[in-house]
């Protein structure tokens, strides 16, 4: 018996062995496979020096950012991710900002764009790219146009929610622009059916047809755009989840057009209270807490904040379901104050219509003229506000940002 217990101890003991030498040899046994590091605020040198460590294929790229010059502001690696043999890792490297000479001015006008239709149509008798004599329908032609000219010129799109929570971020040296739908036209985004897998197929043709394109051919203008819908959202019931749920999954936004386009200056409070609580209980029922609580004003109406009916759009109830619009967009003529100015009104904003007018009544051309002497224009850090020093009295900093002068 006491031999047997012995050699079982024995047996044990081998067993402990085993594992230990094991775990030894597992510990000291060079890994095939490293974990990428955080070269954040590290030097061009110290990343060559780890990318020939780790036979990595490195390529700089030098961009103007807020970031302490000739240090590196991003990576296309994550950190914590493991890389192996020859793989590229790409950094980039700051070149500093000379605010005076890019004109940093982020208490600049900020450009908020009124679309509603998009055609696609190329045979139209109405001025440019105008459908329509008042120029509220547009053709994909002079859409695309639209955007090309908006990149060229220097602007870069943000949703319009982050613009009235003042969050701006923009590339040093570039200007936000925020686009806008009305109506929720089938235009806007039209499905053609349903792919393998059951998801929308979207027309090319349409809005987000053409947006997804942008996309594609341009990922730095951040391509996004807030749709304000009403009772018949986009007019194709039978995709009605689909399409919605879609839309903010790909980053894009809802918003509230009120539920039968209603004048507000024609109807009564309690009228006014249904028309917005009814669409937002129906925005409730497909994207619920996916949607934001922002106003586009049919008509534009009211035409001022003293109207009665002008707290019920931002506060009420209907149906038992209580609602607060933290936003309202006017139809507009020009664009509207930097979430950062002392004339900032989140509750009553200005707005563009995108159209065409041989440069007169306030159309797109006339519109970027004006604003190449007031635009807004980025310092690349959306923690801070950076402006000319003669301008910082005029900074309402309800965000509680950084400041900084020039």
Same mark, same amino acid.
């Given at each position: 018996?006491? =031999?047997?217990? =012995?050699? @079982? =101890?024995?047996?044990?003991?081998?067993?402990?062995?085993? !594992?230990?030498?094991?775990? &030894?040899?597992?510990?000291? +046994?060079? +890994?095939? /496979?490293?974990?990428?590091i955080d070269l954040t605020n590290k030097t061009v040198a110290e990343a060559e020096a780890f990318a020939k460590e780790n036979n990595l294929n490195l390529?700089?790229?030098?961009?103007?950012?807020?970031?302490?010059?000739?240090?590196?502001?991003?990576?296309?690696?994550?950190?914590?991710?493991?890389?192996?043999?020859?793989?590229? %890792?790409?950094?980039?490297?700051?070149?500093?900002?000379?605010?005076?000479? !890019?004109?940093?001015?982020?208490?600049?006008?900020?450009?908020?764009?009124?679309?509603?239709?998009?055609?696609?149509?190329?045979?139209?008798?109405?001025?440019?790219?105008?459908?329509?004599?008042?120029?509220?329908?547009?053709?994909?032609?002079?859409?695309?146009? @639209?955007?090309?000219?908006?990149?060229? *010129?220097?602007?870069?799109?943000?949703?319009?929610?982050?613009?009235?929570?003042?969050?701006?971020?923009?590339?040093?040296?570039?200007?936000?622009?925020?686009?806008?739908?009305?109506?929720?036209?089938?235009?806007?985004?039209?499905?053609?059916? $349903?792919?393998?897998n059951g998801e929308i197929i979207i027309d090319p043709n349409s809005a987000v047809g053409v947006l997804e394109q942008f996309k594609q051919k341009y990922? @730095? #203008?951040?391509?996004?755009?807030?749709?304000?819908?009403?009772?018949?959202? #986009?007019?194709?019931?039978?995709?009605?989840?689909?399409? $919605? /749920?879609? %839309?903010?999954?790909?980053?894009?936004?809802?918003?509230?057009?009120?539920?039968?386009?209603?004048?507000?200056?024609?109807?009564?409070?309690?009228?006014?209270?249904?028309?917005?609580?009814?669409?937002?209980?129906?925005?409730?029922?497909?994207?619920?807490?996916k949607y934001v609580n922002i106003v586009a004003l049919p008509f534009g109406s009211p035409y001022n904040k003293d109207h009665e009916n002008f707290p &019920?759009?931002?506060?009420?109830?209907?149906?038992?379901?209580?609602?607060?619009?933290?936003?309202?967009?006017?139809?507009?003529?020009?664009?509207? *104050?930097?979430?950062?100015?002392?004339?900032?009104?989140?509750?009553?904003?200005? =707005?563009?219509?995108?159209?065409?007018?041989?440069?007169?009544?306030?159309?797109?051309?006339?519109?970027?003229?004006?604003?190449?002497?007031?635009?807004?224009?980025?310092?690349? @850090?959306?923690?801070?506000?950076?402006?000319?020093?003669? $301008?910082?009295?005029?900074?309402? /900093?309800?965000?509680? $940002?950084?400041?900084?002068?020039?």
């Amino acid at each position: 018996m006491k =031999r047997k217990l =012995r050699i @079982d =101890r024995i047996i044990i003991a081998i067993i402990v062995l085993i !594992l230990i030498v094991g775990a &030894v040899i597992y510990l000291l +046994k060079p +890994k095939d /496979n490293t974990l990428m590091i955080d070269l954040t605020n590290k030097t061009v040198a110290e990343a060559e020096a780890f990318a020939k460590e780790n036979n990595l294929n490195l390529v700089v790229e030098e961009q103007v950012n807020s970031f302490e010059k000739d240090k590196i502001f991003d990576q296309s690696i994550e950190v914590d991710q493991e890389i192996n043999k020859d793989d590229t %890792l790409t950094i980039y490297v700051s070149l500093g900002i000379n605010y005076e000479e !890019l004109k940093v001015n982020e208490l600049g006008d900020v450009p908020i764009m009124m679309y509603h239709g998009i055609h696609n149509i190329t045979d139209n008798e109405y001025t440019g790219g105008n459908v329509d004599k008042d120029g509220y329908q547009r053709t994909k032609e002079a859409f695309i146009k @639209d955007l090309e000219f908006y990149y060229n *010129s220097g602007y870069r799109m943000i949703r319009l929610e982050d613009y009235i929570n003042g969050v701006i971020d923009v590339e040093a040296g570039y200007s936000p622009i925020i686009l806008t739908f009305d109506d929720g036209l089938e235009n806007n985004i039209k499905v053609t059916g $349903l792919d393998e897998n059951g998801e929308i197929i979207i027309d090319p043709n349409s809005a987000v047809g053409v947006l997804e394109q942008f996309k594609q051919k341009y990922p @730095d #203008f951040n391509v996004t755009a807030t749709f304000f819908v009403n009772g018949g959202l #986009f007019q194709q019931s039978e995709y009605n989840e689909k399409i $919605l /749920n879609w %839309l903010v999954d790909h980053g894009y936004d809802i918003g509230n057009h009120s539920y039968s386009h209603a004048d507000f200056t024609t109807i009564s409070k309690e009228k006014s209270a249904q028309e917005i609580g009814s669409l937002y209980n129906l925005l409730d029922k497909y994207i619920p807490g996916k949607y934001v609580n922002i106003v586009a004003l049919p008509f534009g109406s009211p035409y001022n904040k003293d109207h009665e009916n002008f707290p &019920v759009i931002l506060n009420g109830s209907y149906n038992g379901n209580e609602y607060t619009t933290e936003a309202a967009l006017r139809v507009g003529w020009e664009a509207e *104050s930097s979430p950062f100015s002392s004339s900032f009104d989140k509750t009553f904003l200005k =707005r563009i219509r995108a159209y065409d007018n041989n440069g007169v009544e306030f159309d797109i051309e006339m519109n970027f003229d004006i604003l190449e002497n007031n635009r807004y224009i980025s310092d690349g @850090d959306k923690n801070t506000i950076t402006v000319p020093k003669d $301008l910082e009295d005029d900074i309402n /900093n309800i965000y509680d $940002l950084d400041i900084k002068t020039y």
